[in-house]
């Protein structure tokens, strides 16, 4: 049994797009917006409305004809500054109100490992999501300091 710092790895991602396409859309926050409007050279009202739609009153990546996220192409596009929402797959809060979530994503995402028990998928994803927490709000704090700087 692995101890309580020690987890096996529950994910590898396959890089085959599956979490790119379909499934209701990406959210994507305002800070995503920019952050990708920046990346590919695109002014954030433009990027909107050229790759966003609404949804109910939040924005989502548009998905193209094939079902997939605008901005893949074999690979992601905007990797480097992919939406949170993006960034945080798999280690979803869902998991932890269920995990029978993580194995009904692992039916489209061949990078989710099931041959592990319900008690390690539980605290690696809740892990995973503390240490998202944590680097956040380390992010914020640098950020002020480098303000007042």
């Known amino acids: 049994m692995p101890s309580k710092t020690s987890y096996p790895s529950i994910f590898t991602c396959q890089m085959c797009g599956e979490c790119c396409r379909g499934y209701g859309g990406t959210y994507v926050s305002e800070s995503d917006i920019k952050a990708i409007a920046n990346f590919i050279g695109e002014d954030p009202e433009d990027f909107k409305a050229r790759y966003c739609q609404l949804s109910g009153s939040r924005y989502v990546l548009a998905q193209a004809e094939n079902g997939y996220c605008v901005f893949w192409d074999e690979l992601c596009r905007i990797h480097p500054v992919k939406p949170r929402m993006c960034r945080n797959w798999p280690y979803i809060s869902?998991?932890?109100?269920?995990?029978?979530?993580?194995?009904?994503?692992?039916?489209?995402?061949?990078?989710?490992?099931?041959?592990?028990?319900?008690?390690?998928?539980?605290?690696?994803?809740?892990?995973?999501?503390?240490?998202?927490?944590?680097?956040?709000r380390q992010d914020a704090e640098n950020a002020d300091s480098e303000q007042e700087g």
């Not at 269920?98 to 039916?107: C, G, K």
């Open 94 to 136: 869902a998991v932890l109100e269920d995990v029978d979530n993580w194995r009904m994503m692992a039916n489209s995402c061949p990078g989710i490992k099931t041959d592990v028990s319900d008690e390690v998928i539980r605290r690696t994803v809740a892990r995973k999501i503390e240490e998202r927490r944590r680097q956040r």
